[in-house]
């Protein structure tokens, strides 16, 4: 339970916090890791929906609209891949993949297809909790009436108004290519980005497999953005994440 290899995903005070009332389904076939969740959602009064297989999987999520999907890639069914691709043509919610070592092609397609973010088995609570908890205020940001155009996490402050950018209140002056990558992350911040969806994103869907050039901007936008440079995370071999810092809790 203490496996926290990234040092992003401390445990906050409360790990229930802003959890309450969701519903998780989750789709896997080990008993041992279902049995892990089911006690981890117990203590944060999470509603969970277990279903064994893909195809179950796919039903329980048309008969109980979860809040958050948590989806095994290995599946004695049908893969993992096949239940995003499913899920995506008719519903938005947030999947997260459970994904075992060697199964990082069949990741990175599933971020491809729409999958909103992956933790590696074996994976800790408290890593997965705070996962779920990005997807789910993600959610609720999207969905809320108001847009707010200025975006601030950790030193980083981008006024999407104005097209401003500021690291600890400096003004940092970026090209129209690098900011353009640094909106892209902030689109999908909190998650995982995979360097197509980046590149698909910034240079045009034609240059989706130049992986070199995003690795030439990105440093350079590190480069300028200083101390914020360590709030953008390589995900090695799969894409980059934004980090966000998590609100003041009440
Ligand atoms: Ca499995």
Redesign the pocket.
């Known amino acids: 339970m203490s496996t926290v290899s990234d040092p992003q995903y401390r445990p906050l005070e409360d790990p229930s916090a802003g959890l309450r009332k969701a519903t998780i389904l989750v789709i896997?076939?080990?008993p041992s890791i279902r049995r892990m969740l089911s006690i981890a959602f117990q203590d944060t009064g999470l509603t969970a929906v277990e279903a064994e297989t893909g195809n179950d999987g796919i039903r329980a999520a048309v008969k109980h609209q979860p809040d958050v999907i948590l989806l095994?890639?290995?599946?004695p069914d049908i893969s993992g891949l096949e239940v995003v691709q499913n899920i995506r043509v008719w519903s938005k919610v947030p999947i997260i993949i459970l994904s075992a070592n060697g199964q990082e092609h069949l990741k990175v397609s599933c971020l491809e297809m729409g999958a909103d973010d992956y933790v590696t088995k074996p994976f800790g609570v408290a890593e997965l909790m705070a996962r779920i908890r990005v997807v789910l205020r993600r959610e609720s940001l999207a969905s809320g009436p108001d847009v707010n155009p200025v975006f601030e996490s950790g030193p980083l402050r981008v006024d999407m108004a104005t097209r401003e950018v500021f690291i600890s209140e400096e003004r940092v002056k970026l090209t129209p290519l690098e900011y353009k990558l640094l909106i892209s992350l902030i689109k999908h911040a909190g998650k995982i980005v995979t360097h197509r969806q980046l590149l698909a994103e910034v240079w045009g869907q034609e240059y989706a497999d130049e992986s070199q050039y995003l690795r030439l901007y990105i440093g350079y936008l590190r480069k300028k953005l200083q101390e914020g440079a360590s709030f953008i995370l390589n995900e090695p071999g799969v894409g980059y994440r934004l980090l966000v810092t998590e609100p003041p809790l009440k």
């Open positions: 896997e076939d080990d095994d890639i290995g599946l």
